[in-house]
Protein backbone atom coordinates (compact mmCIF):
# COMPACT_ATOMS: atom_id res chain seq x y z
CA UNK A 1 0.00 0.00 0.00
CA UNK A 2 1.06 3.60 -0.92
CA UNK A 3 1.36 6.67 1.63
CA UNK A 4 0.44 9.87 0.44
CA UNK A 5 0.68 13.30 2.21
CA UNK A 6 -2.13 16.06 2.90
CA UNK A 7 -2.56 19.45 4.17
CA UNK A 8 -5.93 20.18 5.88
CA UNK A 9 -7.12 22.80 8.05
CA UNK A 10 -7.38 22.22 11.48
CA UNK A 11 -11.10 22.50 11.54
CA UNK A 12 -11.29 20.05 8.57
CA UNK A 13 -9.12 17.74 11.04
CA UNK A 14 -11.26 18.20 13.37
CA UNK A 15 -14.45 17.33 11.27
CA UNK A 16 -12.77 14.03 9.92
CA UNK A 17 -11.46 12.90 13.29
CA UNK A 18 -15.20 13.40 14.45
CA UNK A 19 -16.83 11.30 11.35
CA UNK A 20 -14.12 8.42 12.01
CA UNK A 21 -14.98 8.22 15.68
CA UNK A 22 -19.07 8.23 14.96
CA UNK A 23 -19.03 5.96 12.52
CA UNK A 24 -16.34 3.40 14.12
CA UNK A 25 -13.49 3.74 11.42
CA UNK A 26 -10.33 2.49 12.83
CA UNK A 27 -7.97 5.58 12.09
CA UNK A 28 -8.23 8.44 9.32
CA UNK A 29 -6.18 6.27 6.90
CA UNK A 30 -9.42 3.78 6.96
CA UNK A 31 -11.90 6.50 6.73
CA UNK A 32 -10.42 7.51 3.37
CA UNK A 33 -9.79 4.68 1.84
CA UNK A 34 -13.82 4.02 3.22
CA UNK A 35 -14.73 7.50 1.04
CA UNK A 36 -12.36 6.42 -1.89
CA UNK A 37 -14.47 3.82 -2.20
CA UNK A 38 -17.72 5.05 -2.19
CA UNK A 39 -16.44 7.90 -4.68
CA UNK A 40 -15.54 5.30 -7.24
CA UNK A 41 -19.06 3.71 -6.85
CA UNK A 42 -20.78 6.92 -6.87
CA UNK A 43 -19.00 9.25 -9.92
CA UNK A 44 -22.01 11.48 -10.04
CA UNK A 45 -21.16 12.41 -6.34
CA UNK A 46 -17.10 13.13 -7.28
CA UNK A 47 -18.65 15.58 -9.89
CA UNK A 48 -20.68 17.66 -8.19
CA UNK A 49 -17.93 17.97 -5.42
CA UNK A 50 -15.65 18.89 -7.92
CA UNK A 51 -17.52 22.09 -8.46
CA UNK A 52 -18.88 22.69 -4.81
CA UNK A 53 -18.41 25.66 -4.07
CA UNK A 54 -18.78 26.89 -7.26
CA UNK A 55 -21.69 27.06 -8.06
CA UNK A 56 -23.50 29.04 -10.64
CA UNK A 57 -25.72 31.70 -8.96
CA UNK A 58 -29.22 32.46 -8.87
CA UNK A 59 -29.15 34.79 -11.16
CA UNK A 60 -27.56 35.53 -14.34
CA UNK A 61 -27.91 39.48 -13.71
CA UNK A 62 -24.52 40.94 -13.37
CA UNK A 63 -25.43 43.77 -11.51
CA UNK A 64 -27.34 41.46 -9.02
CA UNK A 65 -24.34 39.42 -8.59
CA UNK A 66 -21.78 42.84 -7.84
CA UNK A 67 -24.22 44.15 -5.51
CA UNK A 68 -24.52 40.80 -3.43
CA UNK A 69 -20.66 40.29 -3.19
CA UNK A 70 -20.59 44.62 -2.00
CA UNK A 71 -23.09 43.99 0.57
CA UNK A 72 -21.28 41.54 2.54
CA UNK A 73 -18.74 44.26 3.35
CA UNK A 74 -15.71 41.62 3.10
CA UNK A 75 -14.60 42.48 -0.50
CA UNK A 76 -12.28 45.22 -1.66
CA UNK A 77 -12.81 47.72 -4.06
CA UNK A 78 -10.38 46.36 -6.28
CA UNK A 79 -12.10 42.53 -6.02
CA UNK A 80 -15.42 43.79 -6.73
CA UNK A 81 -13.27 45.80 -10.04
CA UNK A 82 -12.03 42.33 -10.91
CA UNK A 83 -15.38 40.55 -10.33
CA UNK A 84 -17.26 43.17 -12.74
CA UNK A 85 -15.05 42.84 -15.38
CA UNK A 86 -15.03 39.26 -15.28
CA UNK A 87 -18.62 39.53 -15.34
CA UNK A 88 -18.81 41.83 -18.38
CA UNK A 89 -16.57 39.75 -20.14
CA UNK A 90 -18.59 36.55 -19.59
CA UNK A 91 -21.29 34.86 -21.95
CA UNK A 92 -23.41 33.53 -18.98
CA UNK A 93 -24.34 36.98 -16.86
CA UNK A 94 -26.37 39.93 -18.62
CA UNK A 95 -24.00 42.77 -19.06
CA UNK A 96 -22.85 45.07 -16.13
CA UNK A 97 -23.03 48.71 -15.82
CA UNK A 98 -20.24 50.31 -13.57
CA UNK A 99 -22.70 52.48 -11.59
CA UNK A 100 -22.83 50.48 -8.47
Do not use: C, W
Request: no cysteine.
Amino acid sequence: MSTINISLPADQVSFIDGLVKEHGFSNRSEFVRSVFRFLKKNPATLAQASTFPLISPSTKNGNEVIKSFRNTGLYSEDFLKDIEEGINRSEYFTKTSTNF
